[in-house]
């Protein structure tokens, strides 16, 4: 076991949620304080038991977990409160990374914020950031979408309300839906630059980067496997003229509703929904 600073074992963990970072699969990414964190705080809610008592046995932390996940947060939420108010120090953990990032808390925080308790960020990895950093992509501006609709026909209602965002779009996807979701990025985005980034930190990590319609081509014959961050170049910047509106709305006007159509629209260029609904109905009425 590492022996923590005085800075360190000094930190006073005092009544609040501690939201803590965990690995994202290299067991040496973990923070001095979140270690100290785990060896002290009063009680530690995980999103997996099994998988936090791993981690915890690498430092030699033995400890009793609780569980807090989707299934039984709305039960678990008013007895964490209830301890916060009572002057305990409750940590908050998920399977890998920082917990709410794709993963459970984010109702808890909110009920402690309303409930005027304190949340303290014990940060550390998160697989978006991982993946952002060293994809080469544009940082001073990015979207984090987490996973796509499964199906392709939501998949795509989802990328063609992205496919005019500026921002780099980081995604995370499972190796199963890797290659259809390349090709319905490739259908709604054109060819952009992605990077497949797969099982960070990790034995068999991988970069795969190009432009979309090299990568899906070069991917769709391989069967990977592991955890995969998707990251894509955001849209060049173009003048938004009313043409512009017109030929995006055209195109979504030819397989959804009008409803449908201009509030992805709407969304797209960040303009008021009723403007776009009254110009796809002219455009729904001349094209019909
Ligand atoms: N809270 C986590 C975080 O901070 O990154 C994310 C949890 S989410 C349930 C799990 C997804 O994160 C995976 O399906 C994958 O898309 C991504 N992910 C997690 N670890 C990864 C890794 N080592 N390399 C690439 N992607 C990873």
Redesign the pocket.
Known sequence: MIALPASITNEVLTPGLYVLATP??NLGDITLRTLHALQNLDYIYSEDTRVTQTLLGAYGIRRKLLNYHDHNGAKVRPLIIQQITQGASVGLV?D????L???PGCKLVSAVIHENLCVFSFPG????IA?LTVSGMATDAFRFCGFLPTTSNQRCLKLKALSCVSETLIF???PLRLGAVLSDMHACFGSRQVCV??????RFEEVVRGSLDDVSIGLSTMTLKG???LIVAGCPDKETTPETIDATLVTILEKHSVKDASRLVAEMFARPRQEIYMRALKLKNVTS
Do not use: F, H, N, Q
């Open positions: 994202i699969g998920s890998a990374g920082t917990p990032i794709s993963d990895p998160c697989a978006a993946g995370y996807e499972t980034a797969r099982e960070l930190t990790k955890e995969i961050v």
